[in-house]
């Protein structure tokens, strides 16, 4: 089988090309390995704990906007993400530049225990946001939900 010669996707905002991707590749290990992003976390590896959430983003033509959604890294192949948008929890905030208000109040209420699976619950308000900036209960609790 013959691969694509070409692979065009951004994270963080910054573009990313890459020559000949093997399709078994998954965007997690690409992110921490490749890229050094290492906030996504690993955990279970099978899309159950939901530490390695990261929003993926896509312009539909058809409607001419950008549709958010909030998934888990260690299942999607790079080779599916051509022309979409990846945000990392270092794609929002940092305590070098300014954390993010979702981070920043986590943080204050104390909503984190050892903060491993923090940055995943954080990616998920934070896509929550940006599809509904003024979500119900209701949405912030099914945001959540599948997150240690």
């Known amino acids: 089988m013959e691969r694509a010669a070409e692979l065009l996707f951004y994270v963080?905002?910054?573009k990313v090309i890459e020559e000949n991707v093997d399709p078994e590749t998954m965007l997690l290990p690409y992110l921490r390995k490749k890229l050094?992003?290492?906030?996504?976390k690993y955990g279970c590896g099978t899309g159950g704990c939901g530490a390695c959430t990261v929003m993926i983003s896509r312009y539909t033509p058809?409607?001419?906007r950008i549709s958010h959604r909030a998934a888990n890294a260690c299942l999607i192949p790079i080779c599916s993400l051509y022309g979409a948008a990846v945000t990392t929890i270092e794609g929002i905030g940092?305590?070098?530049a300014r954390i993010h208000?979702?981070?920043e109040r986590i943080a204050k209420c104390h909503g984190t225990q050892c903060g491993f699976c923090t940055p995943g619950m954080v990616?998920?308000?934070y896509t929550l946001l940006r599809n509904h900036p003024e979500p119900s209960l209701e949405q912030i609790t099914e945001a959540l939900g599948g997150r240690l």
């Open 12 to 14: 963080n905002g910054r």
């Open 36 to 40: 050094r992003l290492t906030g996504t």
């Open 62 to 64: 058809t409607t001419k």
């Open 94 to 96: 940092s305590t070098r």
């Open 101 to 103: 208000p979702v981070q």
């Open 123 to 125: 990616m998920s308000i």
